[in-house]
């Protein structure tokens, strides 16, 4: 089986950055995805890490340290429209296991 | 146009009816899936299908059945509703070789 682990709640400001981390137990694991689901909303793709490193697009960076069983997202230059809960999710060849996310507050 | 839809988006229903949630997609994927979201958890899979003839369980099919239609029909019924599966249900797709599950926008099911 598969468990994901995510802080449930982040506060930055505006402009800032932040880090939400991702510890992960699985078996199968084939890669690390992240997830943005604003309230309301559908989750939307951010990225995915298949081999250990940094993978960057634009303001979002998503880390990968698959020894350490541990990712995470990074986001830059934070924006109002940041706020949103974002959830990392493994990927297991057949199917996705998620996290239970961490909702992330952008104050002015 | 949305590439892939749900029906109903909300539906409210009493314990021991069956119900059914239907999801059609656009995008010619052979990959769907289903989730269910409780709030402040994440989605856990109810049952995946990699063709029209594939059908698989996922974490916690119990109480669920699906259909695969056709490759851009993938249809969810809970044949005896219970009040513990109110929760947010979402249809996914994907490609076959893809990372990316592109998702619905949801059915809000209440079950009284």
């Known amino acids: 089986g598969q468990s994901l682990e995510q802080p449930s709640e982040v506060t930055a400001v505006e402009g800032a950055i932040v880090q939400m981390n991702c510890t992960y137990q699985t078996s199968g694991f084939y890669g690390l995805s992240w997830y943005q689901q604003h309230d309301g909303g559908a989750p939307t793709f951010l990225s995915y890490n298949a081999l250990d490193g940094l993978e960057e697009t634009g303001r979002f960076s998503s880390f990968l340290s698959r020894s350490d069983s541990y990712g995470y997202l990074l986001l830059q230059e934070l924006q109002m429209k940041d706020s949103a809960s974002y959830f990392c999710a493994a990927n297991a060849g057949n199917m996705l296991t998620f996290g239970g996310g961490t909702r992330l507050m952008v104050k002015p | 146009d949305a590439d892939v839809t749900q029906t109903p988006r909300n539906r409210i229903t009493k314990t021991g009816k069956r119900i059914m949630l239907e999801c059609s997609q656009t995008?010619?994927?052979?990959?769907m899936y289903w989730y269910r979201q409780d709030p402040g958890l994440g989605l856990r899979l109810i049952y995946y299908s990699f063709d029209v003839k594939d059908i698989n369980k996922g974490e916690i099919s119990d109480g669920y059945s699906v259909s695969r239609q056709a490759q851009a029909k993938f249809s969810l019924s809970l044949e005896s509703a219970i009040p513990n599966q109110t929760a947010l249900y979402f249809c996914?797709?994907?490609?076959?070789?893809?990372?990316?599950?592109?998702f619905g926008p949801g059915t809000r099911l209440t079950v009284l």
């Open positions: 995008k010619g994927h052979d990959r």
């Open positions: 996914a797709t994907s490609e076959t070789y893809g990372n990316e599950q592109f």
